[in-house]
């Protein structure tokens, strides 16, 4: 089982997770989806967003853009943070239950191939 947060916001994955208000927590595994709830981040600073994260029990942050601050305390968390991310919630949940969050339609725009920087992506359903 792997516990995902996925920052949203009408329906879709948050473009930026650095100013997200809540994230939605789901546990995966081998049969099936478990939406937890939403967890409200209600702060800005990177190591206070990272240790709510972090005492919700998230394993996988799935989110669009964030910055490299907000990144390195989510990582130093113990967190594995899969960025880069858009499209409706319910679609990149079942993305990543699938393995299939590297496919194009799940990726933001301009950041497709080579030069896309989502760190630590390993293919979705805890990875490896």
Not at 54 to 78: H, R
Request: glycine share 16%; with cysteine; proline share 3%.
């Amino acid at each position: 089982m792997t516990k995902i947060a996925i920052p949203h916001w009408q329906g879709r994955v948050s473009p930026v997770f650095d100013v997200a208000a809540q994230v939605m927590l789901v546990d995966v595994n081998a049969g099936g989806l478990t939406v937890l709830g939403d967890v409200e981040l209600g702060v800005e600073d990177a190591q206070q967003r990272a240790a709510l994260l972090a005492a919700a029990g998230v394993e996988v942050l799935v989110c669009g853009a964030i910055s490299w601050p907000v990144e390195a305390a989510v990582k130093a968390a113990d967190i594995e943070v899969i960025s880069q991310i858009c499209g409706g919630v319910e679609q990149v949940i079942k993305a990543y239950a699938g393995g299939r969050l590297g496919q194009r339609q799940y990726v933001m725009p301009g950041c497709y191939g080579r030069r896309c920087h989502r760190r630590g992506y390993r293919g979705g359903r805890g990875g490896g």
